[in-house]
């Protein structure tokens, strides 16, 4: 994914705080020479029935001693609430995405989860997540900016 994402240009990379979004960060801001911004708007979705109570995040001294590569002066734009419902999380990275993409110049690189990649997505092409691609697991969603509307890249 570095070596694709290395061809775009990208101005600013944002990454969900969960180690294995930001071991991924990593390889993408070695490549491109960028610092990763940790945003907890790009967070998992939390719900209840998958983590018994919230998860444990590294401390991001801890994440800055093992990737020097993150920003620690950055602060997230989105937040992220333990027991969310499914429409709640997409909702969230929906907001986190419009916002990133209305406040940062630039291509955006953002590295998330299933649920954030398709509620950041869905966001942005203004359309409903039955009617997006399917996320699953991994992907890589090229959106482009173009006459005052985000469209998927072709």
Not at 8 to 31: D, G, N, Y
Not at 35 to 57: C, H, M, T, Y
Not at 65 to 75: E, I, K, S, T
Request: net charge negative; proline share 4%.
């Amino acid at each position: 994914m570095a070596d694709r994402l290395a061809l775009e240009s990208i101005a600013h990379l944002f990454s969900s705080p969960f180690l294995r979004c930001v071991e991924t960060a990593a390889t993408i801001a070695t490549q491109a020479n960028l610092a990763i911004k940790l945003e907890v708007g790009l967070s998992e979705w939390l719900n209840a029935d998958w983590f018994s109570r919230p998860p444990e995040l590294l401390p991001v001294d801890d994440l800055v001693r093992r990737y020097p590569q993150v920003d620690a002066a950055y602060r997230s734009r989105g937040t992220a609430r333990y027991g969310e419902s499914g429409d709640a999380a997409l909702q969230r990275s929906g907001d986190t995405a419009r916002t990133l993409a209305a406040e940062f110049d630039g291509n955006l690189a953002m590295v998330g989860h299933g649920a954030s990649v398709l509620g950041a997505m869905t966001a942005l092409l203004e359309i409903a997540p039955k009617d997006a691609i399917d996320v699953g697991y991994g992907c890589l969603v090229g959106l482009v900016h173009r006459g005052g509307r985000w469209r998927m890249r072709t």
